[in-house]
């Protein structure tokens, strides 16, 4: 991993990883997409996976009418965040899920990475998408977000953020990136040329995590893709867990032969 020059460089320890990319059907009811969470986090832990990524909006759902109402404090004061933790903290399993986010008089679109009953990532999406007006409800973020796990180092992204390779320059040497998306159905064929392309120029692993909500339009199709854009899995359009094995050598072997960032 050294041919990159960014800031997230490879470490030696850890040379595989086992991921899961969670596609559930989302609920207005963060009560119900708890449990679903708690149901696929078991199942992946039981599978032997280190980590799970959610979709997009996974505690909510994707409802903006409702979103300054379903934005919760990011904190373990607030009901549903600390049952997020709390999940975490039972199994030995990385959880990263999309929310909105209340901060002062500013709303956010938030993905978090919990473990071990701890958050040890946040994310706010940088690129609102303008089709549904999440300019005019939430802050745009301003930073990267990335964490490691096991060895691997993972960076943030969220939904539109995927049109934007500038915004993932920023993640130039990361592993893999976590991609939680609540992508509209109609624009579907762009959503996987999109995730595979940014895997592509990274050179890793990216996860894509699109969410079951059909009255919104989303209709799954998540996918998890190679360092060389290939595709390890696909999801169609019934709830899945998919899984897969991130190795560290599959990674050197793309920039080895190639050197794009």
Request: net charge neutral.
């Amino acid at each position: 991993g050294q041919a990159h020059g960014g800031l997230f460089v490879n470490s030696d320890s850890g040379q595989m990883l086992t991921i899961a990319c969670a596609q559930p059907t989302l609920s207005p009811s963060s009560a119900e997409n708890l449990r679903t969470i708690s149901a696929f986090a078991q199942k992946a832990a039981w599978q032997g996976c280190r980590l799970v990524a959610f979709p997009e909006a996974a505690l909510c759902g994707y409802d903006l009418a409702s979103a300054r109402e379903t934005a919760i404090v990011a904190n373990k004061k607030d009901e549903s965040f600390a049952r997020l933790l709390e999940i975490s903290g039972k199994g030995e399993i990385a959880i990263a899920a999309g929310f909105f986010e209340k901060d002062g008089k500013k709303f956010y679109n938030a993905y978090c990475v919990f473990s071990e009953g701890k958050v040890i990532a946040k994310y706010r999406k940088a690129a609102l998408f303008p089709a549904t007006g999440e300019d005019k409800i939430f802050t745009p973020g301003d930073r990267a977000a990335a964490f490691k796990l096991d060895g691997f180092t993972f960076g943030l992204a969220i939904c539109y953020d995927v049109r934007f390779p500038k915004i993932f320059e920023k993640y130039a040497g990361v592993d893999a990136m976590v991609i939680g998306a609540c992508f509209f159905h109609e624009r579907i064929a762009q959503w996987e040329v999109l995730v595979r392309a940014r895997a592509l120029e990274l050179q890793a692993y990216a996860i894509g995590a699109n969410a079951l909500h059909p009255e919104t339009g989303c209709l799954g199709h998540s996918l998890i893709v190679k360092p060389d854009g290939g595709i390890m899995g696909s999801a169609g359009e019934a709830e899945q867990l998919l899984t897969a094995v991130l190795e560290k050598k599959v990674i050197d072997e793309a920039r080895g032969l190639i050197t794009t960032l």
